[in-house]
C-alpha cells in the first residue's frame, strides 16, 4: 500500500459548483477502486493525497495527468505505508482561505502555492508538505471526533442502504418541485388572465398587483427551492448562501403582500428583524466568497 502527493494549477478559476462536481467525480471513482484520501483547494491550486493499493494509486495518478482541468502536475511524495491516515475518506475536502494560510505560521507556504512552487526547493517542500499533511489529520480527526458511535463494515452497509434511499427520496421531491413549478406557472397565468377579462378590462387595483406578485414570488422561491435539492442530489453539500436566498426571497414575499390595517406592530417589526438578519448574513456569506 502507498501514499501518492501531488500538487497542480487549475488551468481556470473553479467554482463552488466545479469544485463538488470534481468532488463527486473523485468520490465515485475512488470508492470503486479502494483508495481515499484528501484534497486541498488553495490559490488556483490543488494538492491531492492518494492512499491505496500501489496499483490503483498508479493507474488513478496516470488518469489524473491526462485531466485537461489542471497543469504543471508534480509529485511530491511517494511512500510505502502500513496504514492509511484518511482510511473514511474517499475523498475528503478542505479549500483553504488566507486565514487559515496564515493560521499555519510556515514561511515559504505562500510560494509554495504559486505555480511552479512545488517544483523547487525540495527540502523546504517536504517541512511544507508535513505540515499540510499534518493539517489534513488534525481536519480528520476532528470531523472523526464528531461520530457518535463507531460504525462496523455491516452498519456501514446499512448506512449506506439508507443512503441510497434518503437520495431516492429526494429525488422524488425533486420530481414533485418540478410539478408544482409548472402549476405555478399556470396559476401565474390564471391570475393575469382573470384580472385582465374582469371588467374594467386591462386595469389593475393595488390588490391585484399585490396578488400578482404574490403568485410570481411563490413561482421563483419553488424555482429557488428546486435548486437547493438538485445541488444537494450533485454534491450531498447544502449550498449555505443559496438557502439564505431562498429564505430572504420568502420573507421579502411576505413583506410585499402585507395588509398593514389588519397587522401588529410587533409582527411588522419581528418581520423586518428577519428581514435584517438574513440580509446581513447574505452579505457576509457573499463578502467571504469574494475573499476567497
Known amino acids: 500500500m502507498i501514499r501518492l502527493v501531488y500538487m497542480s494549477h487549475a488551468v481556470k478559476p473553479f467554482s463552488t459548483d466545479d469544485l463538488m462536481s470534481l468532488l463527486r467525480q473523485c468520490r465515485h471513482s475512488n470508492s470503486i477502486s479502494g483508495i481515499t484520501g484528501v484534497l486541498l483547494y488553495f490559490n488556483e491550486c490543488f494538492v491531492q493525497v492518494l492512499e491505496g493499493k500501489e496499483e490503483e494509486v498508479n493507474k488513478a495518478f496516470l488518469k489524473l495527468k491526462r485531466d485537461p482541468r489542471h497543469k504543471n502536475i508534480t509529485e511530491l511524495e511517494r511512500k510505502y505505508i502500513s496504514e492509511r491516515q484518511f482510511p473514511d475518506w474517499s475523498m475528503g475536502f478542505?479549500?483553504?482561505?488566507?486565514?487559515?494560510?496564515?493560521?499555519?505560521?510556515?514561511?515559504?507556504?505562500?510560494?509554495?502555492?504559486?505555480?511552479?512552487?512545488?517544483?523547487?526547493?525540495?527540502?523546504?517542500?517536504?517541512?511544507?508538505?508535513?505540515?499540510?499533511?499534518?493539517?489534513?489529520?488534525?481536519?480528520?480527526?476532528?470531523?472523526?471526533?464528531?461520530?457518535?458511535?463507531?460504525?462496523?463494515?455491516?452498519?456501514?452497509?446499512?448506512?449506506?442502504?439508507?443512503?441510497?434511499?434518503?437520495?431516492?427520496?429526494?429525488?422524488?421531491?425533486?420530481?414533485?418541485?418540478?410539478?408544482?413549478?409548472?402549476?405555478?406557472?399556470?396559476?401565474?397565468?390564471?391570475?393575469?388572465?382573470?384580472?385582465?377579462?374582469?371588467?374594467?378590462?386591462?386595469?389593475?387595483?393595488?390588490?391585484?398587483?399585490?396578488?400578482?406578485?404574490?403568485a410570481f414570488l411563490m413561482v421563483l422561491i419553488a424555482i429557488e427551492i428546486y435548486l437547493n435539492i438538485s445541488l444537494y442530489l450533485r454534491s450531498d453539500v447544502i449550498p449555505v448562501k443559496l438557502v439564505v436566498a431562498t429564505a430572504l426571497m420568502a420573507i421579502a414575499r411576505k413583506v410585499i403582500v402585507f395588509d398593514f390595517k389588519y397587522l401588529e406592530p410587533s409582527y411588522v417589526y419581528a418581520s423586518a428583524a428577519v428581514v435584517f438578519a438574513l440580509g446581513v448574513t447574505y452579505w457576509l456569506l457573499d463578502k467571504k466568497e469574494k475573499h476567497n
Open 94 to 214: 478542505e479549500e483553504l482561505d488566507m486565514a487559515q494560510l496564515s493560521g499555519l505560521n510556515i514561511e515559504g507556504l505562500n510560494d509554495f502555492f504559486s505555480e511552479g512552487g512545488g517544483s523547487a526547493h525540495g527540502e523546504l517542500n517536504q517541512r511544507l508538505l508535513g505540515t499540510l499533511m499534518t493539517h489534513f489529520k488534525s481536519a480528520y480527526q476532528k470531523r472523526k471526533s464528531h461520530e457518535e458511535l463507531p460504525v462496523d463494515d455491516e452498519q456501514g452497509d446499512i448506512l449506506k442502504l439508507f443512503h441510497k434511499a434518503i437520495r431516492f427520496a429526494v429525488t422524488v421531491l425533486a420530481g414533485l418541485m418540478v410539478m408544482v413549478i409548472f402549476l405555478g406557472v399556470f396559476q401565474v397565468i390564471f391570475v393575469l388572465y382573470q384580472k385582465l377579462a374582469t371588467p374594467p378590462y386591462l386595469v389593475f387595483s393595488v390588490t391585484d398587483l399585490l396578488s400578482t406578485f404574490s
